[in-house]
């Protein structure tokens, strides 16, 4: 797995928009679903915050909402905390730095984007559904996005030639080839549905979808 410390820290926010098509759009089209869902003053727990990206474009759609942000990389903490500065959302931010399973908050909802793939089928995706489930409310909402089982033989391939659209150079391709076969544990449709219903959550139902992508949305049981 990626360490997302130092430089792949520093270098992160322009990295990342090469890397996962649609980058931008997840989190647009994730921000405006919960603006249909969550009232005002609302918390949202976002799992994996990065850089603060899933934070930003949430606290643009609704002044009122408040945010934990947990991650187990400081470095990307701290570039999140500068940049909440920079907008003027520092108060409305929350930090958790460590595994989820040490956090006790209940919230209304749960982000957990690009960060789920990184974690192996051997019982860790599980501990941190589970730990998303322990902390959202019973009416709470999850939002999860990963890479995954590729649907077509030729969707990698077509993924790393849309990479190099936006961005990617050849050098950049050849390590994005590597990791996807490395250092990601993607997973299909049943094992995932599996996953979430032996952590009480409902059925996932797939709001964005770009080449190897999936978003998906489920609520608690
Ligand atoms: C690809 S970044 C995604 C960041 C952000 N969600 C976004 O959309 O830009 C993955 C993040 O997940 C974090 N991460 C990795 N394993 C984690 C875990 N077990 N719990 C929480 N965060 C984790 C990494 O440190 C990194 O900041």
Redesign the pocket.
Known sequence: ?????GDE?VN??SR?TKL?PG?EL??QLTAAQLLTLLPDESTIL?????????IIELANANESWHFIA????A???DIAKAQFTEHGLLSRVTFHYG??TTLDAPVDAA??????H??PDNG?KNT?LQAIRRNILSSGVVFI?DLVVPETQFEREAQLAMCRTLGLTEIGEQRMRHNLSHEFYPLNRIRLAELLETSELSEPHTYFKALGFSGIVCHAL
């Open positions: 797995m990626p360490h997302f410390q820290a992160y926010d990342i996962v980058y997840l989190h976002i799992v994996g915050a990065g850089t603060g990206r899933d947990q991650d187990v990389s470095d990307m903490l595994e989820l982000l957990c984007l690009l960060v789920m990184f974690l860790d941190l996005a």
